[in-house]
């Protein structure tokens, strides 16, 4: 029964044994979900505010082309330049020829799962320009050579020795006292000359807004602006699904966004870019770049997962997820972890690649209760396992177990004395009122005992009572 | 009792794979409950399952040839009763997803997703009705299945009911809320996350110091219990009908020798 | 065909015939009545005292005094530096109104240097419900005199508070180069989920009312 893609399983594994991991990821999610609870009771409109959310993408998703032409006329309008890809690569391609055509050695990046998702780093580091993360745990990610484990939280994996061992290798001038507050310093020196020096400055957007053309921002650290001011070229990358009609929309999905995400009202820094440097404006950059992205967001739109368009990556169904508080992010093996990453990483990455992850699910429907625009994720993961069904994907030993449980359950006087045969032959298995361990049942009795039946089934107890007259 | 309750329904009970042939005594204690809340109980030689672990495996049309047999069998009935949360709620929400494509079943899926309702809820919201008589002097705990919780909104009824059981004494979950890794179909598939899952749910349940710990499900039930008894703990465990209907005095999940 | 006509056309081709733009925003204007029932409430009184009260609360955590008249302003700073063992040096945004002020006791720049210890600049409105700062880039503003200092020091006058997010709403093509809302100190809980504040940007953020 257990034929999982052996990728996985082995990251499952190792992720269950890493008594390390477990603590950073209780940390993480347990905090997140005390603040998140902390601020939905000092916010009680909240339920309507979430409703009100989900309209408000909703309604965009049901109108994308109108607001991304909107949005392109006016970000034009205001001197930024908007390209359009169609896939991750072309994506890469436009960012890499912008980065050369501003003769750019290095580029300061603020954090983008959207950059992530299309692969911009590996891009940026075969196309000899020197990536400068700037998001703090993204910066202790890129000196571990390692990958986001959070989308809110991308080095929750890492602990206070490791990314002090990191920081001592790589930073001009470390911190003297093995204190975080040290260590945040030493970032901050270290990153100071670089945001300012860069040529160019590549962000993603939490917003899109329409009527304006402007781009959304929110970071807690500064880091976006720091980013996205000093250099010549501010380059976005954004997926096509970030739009939302104006500002006051945007207002109704902040406080939503950071409250799901932190608890906090607002993230300290929420800035709104409007176009390049403008006649007499103090610094800005000279040109302002937007790069929309569709990379699988049109498909999605097509095969029945609008509704995972209205993701605005606040992180709160992975925290609140039985299963992603055991494995952590890594273990899904893409960009995206938790339930939003089962849902995305096989619309993304094709269901065939990714198989295991919407069946590593319990369907409990805590992450599309958290959710702040409401989206179906277990009804959405069963899609999926409805297609890999449909595809073949699903191993031929449970294949062949649901087809012989079918068999039975339509047939109810075979179902009858099948169960009565089982219950019978399993109590063979018995010590006591349990079994602990029986053939066929390896998979539940490794780690559980089960409960012995008694010698014969309710309905074999019932006789004739209550029978239908 | 609530105006709109006829004076002695006919209620069909669905028992359930799993309490039919891992846990009988929770049939007959639904059966009990049922005709003490007033209600003239048949109970359908046809039933086998809702279907509910071909559909969350994927095989929709599987699950859909289970929900046309469950459909055909029951649809006569005022109401069809099940003590499972994840049972109801199957055929609740999902036999109408199951058979969106056929438009010859969808109507009377919806017709009888109307008329099914999860033991515990219907014995309090649409029956009105309380035990008498039964005593239990023992410390309980309440988990609170997911379907149940999230499809069906159970949340109260269950603490109503057993709050009039003398002598009980409920002391609260840590983390009630919280799957218990079950998942019908997950727990077979990926055991040892399943398990890291059930861990952590005993260590919640013992640190209650209670009894035992009560719930809606067999199917959470088994795998808590499992893995409590797995562990060494003295904590027992039984369904919530089984305690209302008098039966605390029995055997408990995995005692019945 | 280029990737923007395969976007807009596989989008188009899964949605069908648009409904007229008019209809659209009419659609979106209504999504954003009511505006009550999906906001948080103020607490009752003055709204300069609400945006005070929240600005200092422990989830923003700036740190707040009144003024009576701006001209209190230049003594007050070289308090606040005072206190942090600082010298009276300043980077100040060039708004007319800071600049009209006496600094005779102060060195002033007017661009925060890379390692600047404190700037200075007017805040064009606070939003009470979240206890935000608004400021615009524009000739006197330059954005980076937010975020280089260590010290952040926003002038705010008393009257330019507003009470909710949507009181706030420039038309949309006043927007700035930068619009930039700040709600507190930078910080970060990246490692180890320990609290730290001034990440890149400022670790403190001092607000000046003025009036009210």
Redesign the interface.
């Known amino acids: ?2 034929k ?1 893609s052996p990728v996985f399983k082995d990251d ?2 190792r992720a ?1 044994g890493d008594a390390t991991l477990k603590l ?1 990821i209780d ?2 999610t347990v ?1 997140a979900e005390a603040k998140r609870a902390a601020a939905l009771a ?2 009680p ?1 909240f339920a ?2 979430r409703r ?1 959310g989900t ?2 993408k909703e ?1 965009v998703v ?5 607001y ?2 909107q949005f392109e006329r ?1 970000a034009v309008a ?1 001197g930024a330049v908007v390209h ?3 896939d991750a690569e ?1 994506a890469c391609q436009i960012v890499i020829r912008l980065c050369r055509a501003a003769g750019a050695t290095h580029a300061t990046r603020s954090k983008s799962m959207l950059g992530e998702e299309i692969g911009l780093p590996h891009a940026l580091e075969a196309a000899g320009i020197e990536r400068v993360e ?4 993204e910066h ?1 990610i890129q000196l571990a050579g390692e990958t986001p484990s959070h989308i809110i ?4 994996h ?3 020795e490791q ?1 002090s061992a990191l920081f001592k290798q790589h930073h001009a001038d470390p911190h003297q006292t093995e204190d ?2 040290a ?3 030493s ?2 020196r270290q ?3 670089r ?2 020096t860069a040529e160019v400055g590549i962000s993603g957007a939490n917003f899109l ?1 329409a ?2 053309g ?1 781009v959304c921002t929110v970071t ?4 976006a ?2 980013t996205t ?2 250099p010549r070229v501010h380059i976005v990358t954004a997926g ?1 699904e970030k739009l939302v ?5 945007a ?2 999905l ?2 939503l966004l950071v409250r799901s995400a932190t608890g ?15 006649q ?5 950059p000279q040109e302002f770049h937007i790069v ?1 992205v ?1 990379n699988g967001r ?2 999605m ?2 095969d029945g997962l609008r509704e995972m368009l209205r993701c605005i990556r606040c992180g709160a169904c992975m925290n609140h997820c ?2 992603f ?3 952590g992010g890594h273990a899904y093996g893409a960009t995206y972890p938790g339930p939003m990453g089962a849902v995305l990483t096989p619309a993304l990455e094709g269901i065939e690649k990714a198989r295991d992850l919407p ?8 992450c ?2 958290v959710c702040p625009v409401s989206i179906p994720l277990p ?1 959405l993961l ?1 899609g ?7 595809e073949g994907l ?1 191993p031929q030993t ?1 294949r062949s177990s ?2 012989a ?2 068999f ?3 047939r ?1 006087a075979l ?1 009858r004395m099948g ?1 009565a045969i ?2 019978r032959a399993m109590r063979l298995f ?1 010590r ?3 079994i ?1 361990r029986m053939p066929l049942a390896g ?2 009795t ?9 010698g ?4 074999q ?2 006789g004739d ?5 | 009792m609530p105006d709109h309750a006829p004076a002695r329904p006919r209620v069909a009970l669905f028992v359930t794979c799993l309490a039919d042939t891992i846990r009988p005594r929770l049939g007959f204690a639904a059966l009990q409950l049922l005709e003490a809340a007033g209600c003239d109980v048949e109970i359908p030689r046809a039933q086998t399952c809702c279907g509910q672990p071909a559909f969350n495996s994927g095989d929709t049309a599987g699950g859909a040839a289970l929900a046309r047999r469950v459909i055909a069998a029951f649809e006569g009935y005022e109401y069809i009763v099940t003590p499972s949360g994840s049972c109801a709620g199957m055929i609740r929400a999902h036999y109408v997803e199951a058979l969106a494509d056929d438009p010859a079943w969808l109507p009377r899926a919806k017709a009888l997703a109307a008329r099914t309702h999860e033991l515990l809820s219907f014995l309090v919201d649409i029956r009105g009705w309380r035990p008498e008589g039964v005593a239990l002097p023992a410390t309980a705990t309440y988990h609170d299945s997911c379907s149940g919780l999230r499809e069906l909104g159970i949340l109260q009824q269950p603490r109503a009911l057993l709050r009039e059981v003398e002598g009980l004494q409920m002391r609260p979950l840590t983390g009630n809320d919280v799957c218990c890794g079950f998942g019908g179909t997950f727990c077979i598939k990926y055991p040892a996350i399943a398990d890291a899952i059930v861990g952590e749910k005993a260590a919640a349940i013992e640190a209650t110091g209670a009894d035992l710990v009560l719930g809606g499900d067999l199917g959470c039930l088994m795998n808590m219990a499992g893995a409590l008894h797995r562990r060494g703990s003295r904590v027992r465990a039984f369904h919530a009908a089984e305690i209302l209907a008098g039966m605390g005095g029995g055997p408990a999940i995995g005692e019945e020798a | 065909m280029t990737a923007r006509d395969a976007i807009l056309s596989a989008i188009a081709a899964t949605l069908g015939p648009r409904p007229a733009a008019s209809a659209i925003d009419a659609e979106a204007q209504a999504l954003l009545l009511d505006l009550d029932e999906v906001r948080p409430a103020l607490p009752p009184g003055a709204l300069p005292d609400a945006f005070a009260a929240r600005a200092t609360s422990a989830k923003v955590g700036a740190t707040l005094e009144r003024i009576g008249a701006l001209t209190e302003l230049p003594a007050r700073v070289a308090a606040y530096l005072d206190s942090h063992g600082l010298p009276a040096a300043l980077a100040l945004q060039q708004e007319p109104p800071l600049l009209a002020l006496d600094w005779s006791a102060f060195t002033l720049r007017d661009t925060a240097l890379p390692n600047e210890a404190a700037a200075l600049g007017l805040a064009r409105h606070g939003i009470a419900e979240t206890g935000s700062l608004v400021f615009h880039s524009g000739p006197d503003t330059a954005v980076l005199g937010h975020f280089l200092p260590l010290h952040h020091i926003a002038v705010l006058h008393a009257r330019d508070v507003v009470a909710h997010l949507e009181d706030y709403a420039p038309p949309p093509a006043t927007l700035p180069r930068n619009l930039n809302l700040i709600t507190g100190a930078s910080g970060t809980t990246d490692i180890e989920g320990s609290y730290v504040r001034g990440a890149h940007g400022p670790r403190h953020l001092h607000i000046v009312l003025v009036g009210g």
Request: proline share 6%; hydrophobic share 40%.
């Open positions: 029964m257990n999982l499952v594994k269950l950073a940390r993480t905090t000092d916010y409109q309507a505010a009100r309209a408000i309604h049901e109108n994308l082309g109108h991304l032409e006016n205001s359009w890809a169609a072309d700037t998001d703090l745990a202790i939280w991308p080095a929750l890492k602990t206070r990314v975080v507050g260590m945040v310093e970032a901050r990153l100071r000359t945001f300012l807004l009527d304006s402007a807690n650290e500064g880091n602006e720091l001011t000093p096509i009609p104006s500002l006051p929309h207002w109704t902040l406080r906090a009202d607002l993230t300290q820094y929420t800035t709104f870019h409007t176009g390049p440097k403008r007499g404006d103090r610094d800005g929309l569709d049109t498909r739109l097509r039985v299963v508080r055991q494995i069946h590593a699910c319990t369907l409990n429907g805590r599309q209760e009804t069963r999926w396992r409805d297609k890999g069904w449909r699903v449970v649901l087809w449980w079918r039975l359950a339509e109810p179902y169960t089982a219950v018995r006591g009122g349990w602990g998979s539940w490794r780690y559980r005992d089960l409960p012995a039946p008694p014969q089934t309710f309905m107890q019932l009572r209550n029978a239908p007259k």
